[in-house]
């Protein structure tokens, strides 16, 4: 033996000892001598392999040598040769002893104070709380000679404790295991109380008998999800023994009871100690009073109690005394703590509490804490009591102060999704595991994680970990950690827990009988067909119609703000039948910020984006992300068209393709509009973008396809230019695409050749954009080109210097204004440019003659294009005072005076309007009047079309349309007529400065 020793502390090292040279001393120390099978082979021998397996083999070999001196010294009494023979043998004893000597050395310390209570760890095995109970007030009831019954308590407590923690730490699966030991160790906690009790009705004597006293276990107490080392939270509720009897009496002698009690559990003895009794969580705090009645109590959470304070009995239960008093307390108080949800800025509070809550961890313990810090436990327990608070006031089966409990409950029924409910749950085992383990240790009240190597090496060994083990544990952690404040500030800040507490205990359960009353009140025009949209939504007990039931009370609110409520919900139903059975859809209005609500205004307020994404309604997906409601630019709505069509083989395909991208965008845009997001120049220029984008995508399909069927280069470089209002990128939701078509034959092709081509290109690139399909169809409008229709559709650069060298007449300069490039070749276009600028900013103005015939063609299109029936005073760009009055006022003055006034060579007509002001060319007031008209025409005729799903070119007559439309534009509900009058007011203005600044009226 004596030349094996020098090589023992290198097979202690590999089997995981931290100090092996201590641990070979110790080994060989003669109190272990009986255990040891072979010491020459320290590294096979059982006993040290069985240690080898647990957190911390040298803390838990130092305990073994002193639990076997203690055992020896006690003889008989503790059994040394049965804890021998436990010991010897591998398996199942020998393991729970180790197991619990490498986990704690309080637990260590307590057996080798009493060598006895080794057999409570060999043969632990799960209890009743009623046993537990019995074991404990039997333990003082009969304390044993020379023991105090507070010693009895605390002896049969930690003799308890060894057995928990037995099954607790020798299992392969703690996380697992955690609700077991949880409800365990709170039964223990119950069992201490009464037994407590029964030892404080001693002491008080016959007095006790005047009162009937319940304790009501708080906390983590009550919800049966005790630590090893907590306080332990309680209320005292308390009644006079017999009906009519002193009720002042009857508090005192309960005061003094509860008094007794929380010395009796709180203080320290010879035998140790137990843990703190907190009664702080009574009404008024501990400024209260220790005892109430039941009264009292009700009395209390009726007139003066805070949102925190009813969380806070979402978890109380009865554990000790009287249960039949306890028991009525609960039932009392949990109407009260189901409604607290409806208290105003009841989510605003708790999301406040949980603020200070973490605003109060003490700086140096911020990255430690367990319990109280970002991504700790709290962040759990506020989230799911939050929700459970939200939604149990329709749904009992949410209603349990158990946290995993209720977390699975939550899931069950769609509140909460079932990957993040299990995300939760996995971390809620892993943090209350380290809390437990960290506790257990040394039995001290702690939620810190550790900072010593050894701890943490300890600690990860305890969680299964062997290589690495405290870096491994501490990463395993930090992970759990971001992933529980990740899914706890997206599920505690949903906007829709605050919309689902505003409603009233009626308005939040969709019964038939509710639904249709609430229907009628909020102004629904048709409430049976409502109804039956929401019976098709919820009906069943899948999960989709579980969360459906969460969403529509709330979303029925949000569509009834809109003037055509009716409409929203059908949209809605349509559009939840096309996707509601996928992962993310209602998930997404669940829980991503303010889809759902974003979702419900569009809607009621939209036929045209309710269409656009019946059509599309994947499109629903960015309502749910940051920054979602922006409407692209033109190179990345562009990028994502040119990838959509680079997909599919066929022309056709390709162009349908970027067409669906188009109508996305157009929903963006729409939402984004609808919300306010974006200004009116804004809006312009993002349709004109995207129609720009799609001209682009299309002409290069349809040139690759041309190059394709030839087999060579095409014969041209081609050109669209904007007009109109395209080419200002101030497009409206209801306008054509107006162009022109410009090519450039290549060096060397045939110029008859290459028109017929570019030709052939032009007119597919029209067919393809007039497709029917799901997306609104794209109306090419090439009526401005040279000679107007009778033209030819497209023409090469050459040809149309020719045109306006020798034939351009005014109206086309006046139309020029506005052209723009806007897709194809850009050298090409720049070269237009060159052509075109000295034909639309003439040098030297306008003669009289030409001005004229500019005012001749404007009195003539007053007259001639005005649809039959239509009101001068209302068409919004016809009629008097509107966009055709300001447009072609404007456009007199560029004509006029461009070639001297730089700022009024631009195609937009917001900016010459302004740069014709800055330059003194109008008056400030016309400037303003026109101005305001060419605003307002354009925000109605965008209001119009988004209300009704078509063109609307005049102030309806019908109010509730004209109501629709001045709800788009952020005016108050039924605001129609003022609308309506304003519209006249304002063109009523223009029409006067139109006149003088056209006509020299």
């Given at each position: 033996?004596t030349?094996?020793?020098?090589?023992?502390p290198?097979?202690?090292?590999?089997?995981?000892?931290?100090?092996?040279?201590?641990?070979s001393?110790?080994?060989?120390?003669?109190?272990?001598?009986p255990?040891?099978?072979?010491?020459e082979?320290?590294?096979?021998?059982?006993?040290?392999?069985?240690?080898?397996?647990?957190?911390?083999?040298d803390?838990?070999?130092l305990?073994?040598?002193?639990?076997?001196?203690?055992?020896?010294?006690?003889?008989?009494?503790?059994d040394?040769?049965g804890?021998v023979?436990?010991?010897?043998?591998?398996?199942r004893d020998r393991?729970?002893?180790?197991s619990?000597?490498?986990?704690?050395t309080a637990l260590?310390?307590?057996?080798?104070?009493?060598p006895?209570?080794?057999?409570?760890?060999?043969?632990?095995?799960?209890?009743?709380?009623?046993?537990?109970?019995?074991?404990?007030t039997?333990?003082?009831?009969?304390?044993?000679?020379?023991?105090?019954?507070?010693?009895?308590?605390?002896?049969e407590?930690?003799?308890?404790?060894?057995?928990?923690?037995?099954l607790?730490?020798?299992?392969?699966?703690?996380?697992?295991?955690?609700?077991?030991?949880a409800?365990?160790?709170a039964?223990?906690?119950?069992?201490?109380?009464?037994?407590?009790?029964?030892?404080?009705?001693a002491?008080?004597?016959?007095?006790?008998?005047?009162?009937?006293?319940?304790?009501?276990?708080m906390?983590?107490?009550?919800?049966?999800?005790?630590?090893?080392?907590?306080?332990?939270?309680?209320?005292?509720?308390?009644?006079?023994?017999?009906?009519?009897g002193?009720?002042?009496?009857?508090?005192a002698?309960?005061?003094?009871?509860?008094?007794r009690?929380i010395?009796?559990?709180?203080?320290?003895t010879?035998?140790?100690?137990?843990?703190q009794?907190?009664?702080?969580?009574?009404?008024e705090g501990?400024?209260?009073?220790?005892?109430?009645?039941?009264?009292?109590h009700?009395?209390?959470?009726?007139?003066?109690?805070?949102?925190?304070?009813?969380?806070?009995?979402?978890k109380?239960?009865p554990?000790?005394?009287?249960?039949?008093?306890?028991?009525?307390?609960?039932?009392?108080?949990?109407?009260?703590?189901?409604s607290?949800?409806?208290?105003?800025?009841?989510v605003?509070?708790?999301?406040?509490?949980?603020r200070?809550v973490?605003?109060?961890?003490?700086?140096?313990?911020?990255?430690?804490?367990?319990?109280l810090?970002?991504?700790?436990?709290?962040?759990?327990?506020?989230?799911?009591?939050?929700?459970?608070?939200?939604?149990?006031?329709?749904?009992?089966?949410?209603?349990s102060?158990?946290t995993?409990?209720?977390?699975?409950?939550?899931a069950?029924?769609g509140?909460v999704?079932?990957?993040?409910?299990?995300?939760?749950?996995?971390?809620?085992?892993?943090?209350?595991?380290?809390?437990?383990?960290?506790?257990?240790h040394?039995?001290?009240?702690t939620?810190?994680?550790?900072?010593?190597?050894?701890?943490?090496?300890?600690?990860?060994?305890?969680?299964?970990?062997?290589?690495?083990?405290?870096?491994?544990?501490?990463?395993?952690?930090r992970?759990a950690?971001?992933?529980?404040?990740?899914?706890h500030?997206?599920?505690?800040?949903?906007?829709?827990l605050?919309?689902?507490?505003?409603?009233?205990p009626?308005?939040v359960?969709?019964?038939?009988?509710?639904?249709?009353?609430?229907?009628?009140?909020?102004?629904f025009?048709?409430?049976?067909?409502?109804?039956?949209?929401?019976?098709?939504?919820?009906?069943?007990?899948?999960?989709?119609?579980a969360?459906?039931?969460?969403?529509?009370?709330?979303?029925?609110?949000w569509?009834?703000?809109?003037a055509?409520p009716?409409?929203?919900?059908?949209?809605?139903?349509?559009?939840?039948?096309e996707?509601?059975?996928t992962?993310?859809?209602?998930r997404?209005?669940?829980?991503?910020?303010?889809?759902?609500?974003r979702?419900?205004?569009?809607?009621?307020?939209?036929?045209?984006?309710?269409?656009l994404?019946?059509r599309g309604?994947?499109?629903?997906q960015?309502?749910g992300?940051s920054?979602?409601?922006?409407?692209?630019?033109r190179d990345?709505?562009e990028?994502?068209?040119?990838g959509?069509?680079k997909?599919?083989?066929?022309?056709?395909?390709?162009?349908?393709a970027?067409?669906?991208?188009?109508?996305?965008?157009?929903?963006r845009?729409?939402?984004?509009?609808?919300l306010?997001?974006?200004?009116?120049?804004?809006?312009?220029?993002?349709?004109a973008?995207?129609t720009?984008?799609?001209?682009e995508?299309?002409?290069?399909?349809?040139?690759?396809?041309?190059?394709?069927?030839t087999?060579?280069?095409?014969?041209s470089?081609?050109?669209?230019?904007?007009?109109?209002?395209?080419?200002?990128?101030?497009s409206?939701?209801?306008?054509?695409?107006?162009?022109?078509?410009?090519h450039?034959?290549?060096e060397?092709?045939?110029?008859r050749a290459?028109?017929?081509?570019?030709?052939?290109?032009?007119?597919?690139?029209?067919?393809?954009?007039?497709?029917?399909?799901?997306?609104?169809?794209?109306?090419?409008?090439?009526?401005?080109?040279?000679?107007?229709?009778?033209?030819?559709?497209?023409?090469s650069?050459?040809?149309?210097?020719?045109y306006?060298e020798?034939?351009s007449?005014?109206?086309?300069?006046?139309?020029?204004?506005r052209?723009?490039?806007?897709?194809?070749?850009?050298?090409?276009?720049?070269?237009?440019?060159?052509?075109i600028d000295?034909?639309?900013?003439p040098?030297?103005?306008?003669?009289?003659?030409q001005?004229?015939?500019?005012?001749?063609?404007?009195?003539?299109?007053?007259?001639?294009?005005?649809?039959?029936?239509?009101?001068?005073k209302?068409h919004?760009?016809?009629?008097?005072?509107?966009?055709?009055?300001?447009?072609?006022?404007?456009?007199?003055i560029q004509?006029?005076?461009?070639?001297?006034v730089?700022?009024?060579r631009t195609?937009?007509?917001?900016?010459?309007?302004?740069?014709?002001q800055?330059?003194?060319?109008?008056?400030?007031e016309d400037?303003?009047?026109l101005?305001?008209?060419?605003?307002l025409a354009?925000e109605?005729?965008?209001?119009?079309?988004?209300?009704?799903?078509?063109?609307?070119?005049?102030?309806?007559?019908?109010?509730r349309d004209?109501?629709?439309?001045?709800?788009i534009m952020?005016?108050?509900?039924q605001?129609?007529?003022?609308?309506?009058?304003?519209y006249?007011?304002?063109?009523?203005?223009?029409?006067?400065?139109a006149?003088?600044?056209?006509?020299?009226?």
């Amino acid at each position: 033996m004596t030349a094996r020793m020098p090589s023992v502390p290198g097979d202690l090292t590999r089997l995981g000892f931290a100090d092996p040279r201590r641990a070979s001393i110790l080994v060989a120390d003669p109190a272990l001598a009986p255990l040891v099978h072979d010491r020459e082979r320290v590294e096979t021998d059982g006993l040290a392999v069985g240690l080898s397996r647990v957190a911390d083999p040298d803390q838990a070999l130092l305990s073994l040598v002193r639990l076997m001196e203690s055992a020896t010294r006690a003889g008989a009494v503790a059994d040394v040769d049965g804890l021998v023979a436990a010991l010897r043998a591998s398996g199942r004893d020998r393991d729970r002893l180790l197991s619990v000597l490498g986990a704690s050395t309080a637990l260590g310390d307590h057996l080798v104070a009493r060598p006895a209570h080794w057999k409570a760890v060999t043969e632990a095995f799960p209890l009743e709380v009623e046993e537990r109970i019995d074991l404990l007030t039997t333990a003082v009831r009969e304390p044993g000679e020379g023991t105090s019954p507070e010693d009895a308590l605390r002896i049969e407590y930690r003799r308890q404790l060894l057995g928990i923690a037995a099954l607790d730490v020798s299992r392969p699966d703690p996380q697992q295991r955690l609700p077991e030991t949880a409800s365990a160790l709170a039964d223990l906690a119950e069992a201490a109380l009464e037994a407590a009790l029964v030892v404080a009705r001693a002491q008080v004597g016959a007095a006790a008998d005047s009162c009937r006293l319940a304790v009501i276990g708080m906390g983590k107490t009550g919800g049966r999800e005790l630590n090893y080392i907590s306080d332990v939270d309680v209320i005292f509720v308390a009644e006079p023994a017999e009906e009519g009897g002193d009720e002042d009496a009857a508090i005192a002698a309960a005061t003094d009871l509860a008094t007794r009690l929380i010395r009796i559990c709180s203080s320290s003895t010879a035998a140790g100690s137990l843990w703190q009794v907190d009664p702080a969580l009574r009404p008024e705090g501990k400024n209260g009073p220790l005892v109430r009645t039941l009264e009292s109590h009700l009395s209390y959470y009726e007139r003066w109690a805070k949102t925190w304070e009813f969380q806070a009995l979402l978890k109380a239960r009865p554990v000790a005394g009287d249960r039949a008093l306890g028991r009525a307390y609960v039932d009392a108080v949990a109407p009260l703590v189901w409604s607290a949800a409806s208290r105003e800025n009841f989510v605003e509070d708790v999301q406040a509490m949980r603020r200070r809550v973490e605003d109060h961890v003490p700086a140096a313990e911020a990255d430690r804490q367990l319990k109280l810090g970002r991504g700790g436990l709290r962040d759990i327990e506020f989230s799911v009591q939050l929700l459970q608070l939200v939604h149990g006031r329709a749904d009992s089966s949410l209603r349990s102060g158990t946290t995993l409990t209720a977390l699975g409950a939550l899931a069950r029924g769609g509140y909460v999704g079932r990957e993040e409910a299990q995300t939760l749950a996995t971390a809620y085992r892993l943090l209350r595991t380290l809390e437990h383990r960290i506790q257990l240790h040394r039995l001290r009240r702690t939620h810190l994680m550790p900072t010593s190597e050894s701890d943490l090496r300890c600690l990860g060994r305890a969680l299964g970990h062997t290589r690495d083990a405290g870096e491994a544990v501490v990463a395993q952690w930090r992970t759990a950690a971001r992933e529980v404040r990740r899914l706890h500030e997206r599920i505690f800040y949903r906007p829709l827990l605050s919309a689902v507490a505003r409603l009233g205990p009626d308005e939040v359960r969709l019964t038939p009988e509710a639904a249709r009353e609430r229907l009628a009140a909020l102004g629904f025009r048709d409430p049976k067909g409502a109804l039956r949209h929401l019976e098709a939504l919820t009906d069943g007990v899948s999960r989709r119609a579980a969360i459906q039931r969460q969403l529509l009370p709330v979303m029925l609110g949000w569509f009834a703000d809109e003037a055509d409520p009716d409409a929203g919900l059908l949209a809605f139903r349509r559009i939840s039948d096309e996707l509601g059975t996928t992962h993310w859809y209602l998930r997404l209005l669940r829980d991503e910020g303010s889809a759902a609500e974003r979702l419900a205004h569009t809607l009621g307020r939209s036929r045209y984006a309710a269409e656009l994404l019946e059509r599309g309604p994947e499109s629903v997906q960015f309502l749910g992300e940051s920054g979602g409601l922006r409407p692209r630019t033109r190179d990345e709505v562009e990028t994502r068209m040119r990838g959509a069509a680079k997909r599919k083989d066929d022309p056709e395909q390709a162009v349908l393709a970027a067409r669906a991208v188009r109508r996305t965008e157009l929903f963006r845009i729409a939402v984004a509009s609808l919300l306010g997001q974006v200004s009116l120049d804004e809006l312009g220029q993002a349709l004109a973008d995207v129609t720009g984008a799609l001209l682009e995508v299309t002409l290069e399909v349809v040139v690759a396809r041309v190059e394709e069927q030839t087999g060579e280069p095409a014969l041209s470089r081609h050109l669209v230019v904007g007009m109109g209002r395209l080419g200002g990128g101030e497009s409206s939701f209801g306008s054509d695409a107006d162009v022109m078509f410009v090519h450039d034959p290549v060096e060397g092709a045939d110029t008859r050749a290459a028109q017929e081509q570019a030709l052939q290109v032009v007119k597919e690139l029209i067919r393809l954009l007039g497709l029917a399909a799901p997306d609104p169809k794209v109306e090419v409008d090439a009526g401005l080109r040279p000679e107007g229709k009778n033209g030819p559709l497209t023409r090469s650069l050459e040809s149309y210097r020719s045109y306006y060298e020798r034939w351009s007449l005014v109206w086309e300069a006046q139309a020029l204004l506005r052209a723009a490039p806007v897709a194809g070749d850009a050298e090409l276009g720049e070269r237009f440019l060159e052509l075109i600028d000295p034909i639309r900013w003439p040098e030297g103005g306008l003669d009289a003659g030409q001005v004229r015939e500019i005012r001749t063609l404007k009195a003539r299109m007053e007259s001639e294009r005005l649809p039959r029936g239509a009101d001068r005073k209302t068409h919004f760009k016809l009629g008097h005072g509107g966009l055709s009055d300001v447009e072609w006022c404007v456009q007199l003055i560029q004509l006029e005076h461009a070639h001297e006034v730089e700022g009024l060579r631009t195609t937009s007509t917001r900016a010459a309007l302004a740069a014709a002001q800055a330059a003194g060319l109008i008056a400030a007031e016309d400037a303003a009047a026109l101005g305001e008209a060419w605003r307002l025409a354009s925000e109605m005729r965008n209001a119009g079309l988004l209300s009704r799903g078509r063109p609307v070119d005049s102030v309806p007559s019908d109010l509730r349309d004209a109501d629709a439309m001045a709800r788009i534009m952020g005016l108050p509900p039924q605001s129609g007529q003022e609308l309506a009058n304003r519209y006249r007011r304002v063109a009523r203005r223009a029409r006067h400065a139109a006149e003088h600044v056209f006509y020299d009226s």
